[in-house]
């Protein structure tokens, strides 16, 4: 009886963990697919990606439901139960960047009659190569619970931040120079801000990886790069955003 019970427990726990893993797939593929929609001029993505969605959203719900009923039944202790808490708070970080995802995708379906600046399209999609890279990186560190990695790919979050306050600053000097230029780099400004807040979802991911396993939250702050709060912006150009589900 007690066997079944342990072989029991094991299923549900990597059943929890297979959804994880699939979470963190569907997650990559919307970020990708909405970049790509970006610089195609892609509608028809767009709409794929804004509809897969509802996808992601199902996923973390199954998620949260079967870990709380597991630790319900089950009361894991120690590691087993960070493994628990820790899916709880990763499929939430894969959800966000999901609809992160999602936001890229509209703002595409809304410029869609606009012209786009070529050179600021592509600083956008080196940055969201930058973001996805360190989002595939993290769930690697997950499967293989590799808290050393993890906390590699934490501090490599500035250059992401670093990168996002120079575009930010060159979207601006464009909206500036031709007042034209305005509705389409006010989306693109957006979608930068996006993929920005993906890299830090994919930094919450890698602190988890670290607390499931030590058992302790890594202790110093996080390195941020992003400046762009104490620039100066005309209020005709910007106003200030609504933290980071900007859609």
Known sequence: MEQHIVSSYDEELK?????????????????????????????????????????????????????????????????????????IRISSDLERIGDLGKNIAKRVIATHDHVQPIQLVRGIEHMSELALSQLKDVLDAYATRDHVRAEEIRTNDAEIDAMYTSLFRELLTYMMEDPRNITACTHLLFSAKNIERIGDHATNIAETIYYIKTGRQIETDRPKGDSTPSMTTPERLLTPASGDGAA
């Open 15 to 87: 059943f929890i963990l297979r959804r994880i893993s699939e979470m963190g797939g569907q997650a990559e593929r919307m970020v990708e697919q909405s970049v790509a929609a970006l610089i195609r001029s892609d509608w028809g993505l767009a709409q794929s990606v804004v509809a897969d969605d509802m996808l992601l959203d199902a996923a973390q719900r199954e998620v949260d439901e079967r870990a709380i009923m597991t630790i319900a039944k089950r009361q894991p202790m120690a590691q087993d139960l960070r493994e628990i808490v820790g899916a």
